[in-house]
C-alpha cells in the first residue's frame, strides 16, 4: 500500500522565520507533486518534481526530491502572512498511473 | 494554461435527492479524470478514475450504484450523487491529466454538497 506521510501536519510561525515541510513517500513512482490549498477553495499546484535531486523554486518557496530517500521538502524563506494555507504533498503510481495519493496535509499559519 | 470547469460550486438539497456534478476540460483534451472527496480538515481521498469511453474504476469502498461517474467524452465527466443523505456532505474535486505525461493534475473549484 501506498503510504504519503507529512510533517508537521500544523505549523505556526511568524513572519520572516524559514522552516520546512517534509513529506516521506512509499513508492517508487518518484513523481511528486506539492499543492497549496486556501480555505473553502481546491487545490492549486505548486510544483512538480520528477527526478532525483529535482531543485523547483517559486518565489518564498522552494521543493526538492530526493529519490533515494524517498523524500521531498517544501522550504519556506522569509514566510509572509500570504503563504498561510494548507500545502499538500502527493505521488502518484508512476508509468501512465496518475492516480494521486495525497499527505495529510500542513496547516501554515504565518502571523504577524 | 490548462483549465478545468466544475459545475456547480455548491449544491443545498433535500435528502434522497440525486445531484449530478459537472467536471470539463476547458482546453485540453482529458484522458482520465479523477474524483475526490474531502471532509473538512482532512487530505482528499480519491474515490474513482473515469477514462473516456469505459467504465470508472471505483476505489475499494466507494459504493459504484451510489456515486455514478459517466465519462462520456475527452473533456466532460460527471459524478452524479444518487439518493443522497446528510453523510453524503462532503467537498467533492475532480481532476484532469492530459495527454502528455510528467504534468500536474489540473483540479476544479471543487463542489461543496450539503444534504438537508
Known amino acids: 500500500e501506498l503510504k504519503v506521510e507529512q510533517n508537521p501536519l500544523f505549523l505556526s510561525m511568524q513572519e520572516g522565520k524559514n522552516y520546512t515541510i517534509y513529506c516521506n513517500y512509499s513508492?517508487?513512482?518518484?513523481?511528486l507533486y506539492w499543492y497549496r490549498q486556501d480555505p473553502g477553495k481546491s487545490l492549486e499546484s505548486l510544483f512538480v518534481l520528477l527526478s532525483n535531486g529535482a531543485v523547483k523554486q517559486e518565489g518564498r518557496l522552494m521543493a526538492s526530491l530526493d529519490t533515494k530517500a524517498r523524500l521531498s521538502t517544501l522550504h519556506i524563506t522569509a514566510a509572509v502572512h500570504d503563504l498561510s494555507a494548507t500545502y499538500f504533498c502527493?505521488?502518484?503510481?508512476?508509468?501512465?498511473?496518475?492516480?494521486?495519493?495525497f499527505g495529510k496535509g500542513t496547516l501554515l499559519t504565518v502571523n504577524p | 494554461g490548462a483549465v478545468v470547469s466544475q459545475h456547480p460550486s455548491w449544491v443545498i438539497c433535500k435528502s434522497g435527492t440525486s445531484v449530478k456534478i459537472e467536471c470539463r476540460s476547458l482546453d485540453f483534451q482529458a484522458t482520465t479524470m479523477f474524483w475526490y472527496r474531502q471532509f473538512p480538515k482532512q487530505s482528499l481521498m480519491l474515490m474513482a478514475t473515469?477514462?473516456?469511453?469505459?467504465?470508472?474504476?471505483?476505489e475499494q469502498g466507494v459504493e459504484k450504484d451510489k456515486f455514478l461517474i459517466n465519462h462520456a467524452s475527452l473533456t466532460l465527466s460527471t459524478l452524479t450523487v444518487t439518493s443522497a443523505h446528510p453523510e453524503d456532505s462532503s467537498f467533492y474535486i475532480c481532476s484532469a491529466v492530459g495527454g502528455q505525461g510528467n504534468q500536474p493534475q489540473h483540479f476544479g473549484d471543487g463542489t461543496r454538497l450539503s444534504i438537508l
Open positions: 502527493a505521488v502518484d503510481g508512476g508509468g501512465s498511473n496518475y492516480k494521486l495519493t
Open positions: 473515469s477514462n473516456e469511453g469505459s467504465k470508472a474504476t471505483y
Open positions: 513508492t517508487t513512482s518518484d513523481r
